[in-house]
């Protein structure tokens, strides 16, 4: 599936409980990809679906191994809604969400995949839903929430001053952010509803965790992968960007799905 192909895939809209509308797409899903449920690929904050997802050809890998894939927007992100209150980003209303994408979708069950923050909606989903989750894969989170060690009154300062941040992972992660326009408030508002969220999945669905050699975020997601009796694979050599465009990552994840 080439790059221009991908491009052309519409932008959907499900409406969220709260009234809140989650942007999606849908790529493939005809009789040739019916074998397995499609793959929900969830991604980080301060991203997008297209980034994180097509940039990386995450959707082609996918697509060239016959699944068919749905890619979200969290809400705040890319072409969704973008709130600017904390409460509507409390991990229930994003798990919600998704439900609501799935329904909009019409996906009964999927696979999911979820990068970094996007592990934090997964957990919800797989809470509340369980029932529609066969398989879920971790990339680039561990048990420590990263939000939960930052300063908040910081990060404020940096979306909302431009003012600099002693903390170089604060800075790291917003300024790119900043720079591309991103709606300063709202990811505010998700990092005050999100900072703290469990990463939590039933027990009875089986889970791959992925991380970088070299990535700080997920930590402690070895130790966490076998205390759920989980399989666990590090990425040699790549950091928290570098672990997602890994070719090691997307085969990992198309064998453990399949």
């Known amino acids: ?152 009154e910081e990060a404020r300062a940096v979306l909302l001053d431009d003012e600099p941040s002693r903390n170089p992972l604060i800075e790291q992660v917003l300024r790119p952010a900043i720079d591309a326009g991103a709606d300063r408030e709202a990811l505010l508002a998700c990092i005050e509803g999100v900072a703290g969220a469990p990463l939590a999945i039933p027990g009875e669905i089986p889970v791959l965790f992925v991380a970088g050699e070299h990535d700080p975020v997920p930590e402690g997601a070895r130790e966490l992968a076998l205390e759920w009796n989980a399989d666990y694979v590090s990425i040699p050599g790549r950091d928290h960007v570098s672990t997602l465009t890994a070719r090691a990552f997307k085969d990992a994840a198309i064998a453990f799905l399949a």
């Open 1 to 152: 599936m080439s790059r221009a192909t991908a491009a052309r895939v519409p932008t959907l809209h499900a409406e969220a409980p709260d009234g809140v509308l989650i942007a999606y797409r849908v790529h493939g899903g005809g009789d040739a990809d019916a074998a397995l449920p499609p793959v929900l690929l969830v991604h980080g904050f301060a991203s997008d679906a297209r980034v994180t997802w097509e940039g990386t050809g995450w959707v082609r890998a996918l697509r060239d191994a016959h699944r068919a894939v749905i890619t979200i927007d969290l809400r705040g992100h890319g072409e969704s809604d973008k709130p600017a209150d904390a409460d509507s980003y409390a991990p229930e209303r994003l798990g919600a969400d998704l439900v609501a994408v799935l329904d909009s979708a019409g996906a009964d069950r999927v696979d999911l995949v979820g990068y970094s923050m996007g592990n934090r909606v997964v957990s919800d989903l797989a809470g509340i839903a369980p029932e529609r989750v066969r398989r879920v894969v971790v990339g680039g989170a561990g048990p420590r929430e990263l939000f939960a060690s930052w300063d908040l």
